[in-house]
């Protein structure tokens, strides 16, 4: 009279609990989030050297890549950010650069963020006279 599993039962469920997993989740897609999160990431870190240009000097700008992008102060890294492996960035010019009123040194630009394998992407406005700095999502 034993009301209790044994432990080749609790095996077996674990088992089936682990291969229904197994099946389920390379289907779940987490690329959008991470598309997103990137975006988010490199708005702030634009509107960062933004602000600290305008309050401390310096010469801090961001290099953009294909594949990563780099936070300098002259010719110190701050800090380096290296996309997801689909996600890729697109500019017109590879240096975001401000003057110390926060409008752009090059004028304003418009960088995208998109996945090779979705329909939606991310674009970054600066907008040239002001430095305002706009995300805005497109599917």
Sequence with gaps: MNNGFTLIELLVVLALISIIIAIILPKISIS??????QSL?????IRG????KMTEGG???????NDYYVVLDGTKTLKTVHMEEENRIGYD???????YNGAPIHGG???SLH????EIYYEIT???ASGRIKLIKHN
Excluded: H, M, W
């Design 59 to 65: 010469q801090y700008r961001i290099l953009l890549n």
């Design 126 to 128: 600066i907008v040239p």
């Design 93 to 99: 010019n590879s240096e975001v650069r401000f003057g």
């Design 41 to 45: 990431q490199l708005c702030n870190d």
């Design 109 to 111: 630009t418009t960088i």
């Design 115 to 118: 996945n090779d394998n979705l």
């Design 49 to 52: 050297i933004r602000t600290l």
């Design 32 to 37: 959008p989030f991470t598309l997103k999160a």
